[in-house]
Antibody, heavy 122, light 111 residues
Framework: EVQLVESGGGLVEPGGSLRLSCAASGFTFTDAWMSWVRQAPGKGLESIGLIKSRTDGGTAEYAAPVKGKFTISRDDSKNTLYLQMNSLKIEDTAVYYC?????????????WGQGTLVTVSS | QSVLTQPPSVSGAPGQRVTISCSGTSSNIGAGYNVHWYQQFPGTAPKLLIFASTIRPSGVPDRFSGSKSGTSASLAISGLQAEDEADYFCQAQDSSLGGSVFGGGTKLTVL
């Protein structure tokens, strides 16, 4: 059974940093492309980035709102995905989900973690 | 303002059929990309409901079906049940943005 478990969320002041983790199990993590999707309170979903598998280059891609301030990385030895968030703003307040990323005529997200809440506030 | 447009809410009585529309543009749905649908209950993570516009993952009841035409897509739910009351989101790849875009979500109320 696929399991994705996020951790690391919490309250942070504007301008601060936070690192989220996503522990994966139940599938071959090293072969998987992974994504982060966020959801602001009461709002819709926003895909913020992905990381390719190491065999496909292991590089990350980012959505415009987070490019240059968020970094996605992975540790295949620990089956763990990370999201380093810097220069946080109030508008980054959201539940952050990690997800598997598959492709079928466009990317989609077949499995999601339970999410972790990041609150940016002074 | 979401790139894909969905109605904020739809409703139906138990047993009825409802549809949720998802309108896109020539850079996403109209570019030939598939549409994917997710179901989300309050306080929980989204769950994949339909992928590749029409395919149900294992375990999703056949009361749920998807279609796509031109720059739009639809999710149909037949034989409405109280347990279907949730938020529904559409999603597609977007060539101009380089990643995925989502609809704003539709709240389904079962009367």
């Amino acid at each position: 059974e696929v399991q994705l478990v996020e951790s690391g969320g919490g309250l942070v002041e504007p301008g601060g940093s936070l690192r989220l983790s996503c522990a994966a199990s139940g599938f071959t993590f090293t072969d998987a492309w992974m994504s982060w999707v966020r959801q602001a309170p009461g709002k819709g979903l926003e895909s913020i980035g992905l990381i390719k598998s190491r065999t496909d280059g292991g590089t990350a891609e980012y959505a415009a709102p987070v490019k240059g301030k968020f970094t996605i990385s992975r540790d295949d030895s620990k089956n763990t995905l990370y999201l380093q968030m810097n220069s946080l703003k109030i508008e980054d307040t959201a539940v952050y989900y990690c997800s598997l990323r598959w492709w079928h005529g466009g990317e989609y997200f077949p499995q999601w973690g339970q999410g972790t809440l990041v609150t940016v506030s002074s | 303002q979401s790139v894909l447009t969905q109605p904020p809410s739809v409703s139906g009585a138990p047993g009825q059929r409802v549809t949720i529309s998802c309108s896109g543009t020539s850079s996403n749905i109209g570019a030939g990309y598939n549409v994917h649908w997710y179901q989300q209950f309050p306080g929980t993570a989204p769950k994949l409901l339909i992928f590749a516009s029409t395919i149900r993952p294992s375990g999703v009841p056949d009361r749920f079906s998807g279609s796509k035409s031109g720059t739009s897509a639809s999710l149909a739910i037949s034989g409405l049940q109280a347990e279907d009351e949730a938020d529904y989101f559409c999603q597609a790849q977007d060539s101009s943005l380089g990643g995925s875009v989502f609809g704003g979500g539709t709240k389904l109320t079962v009367l």
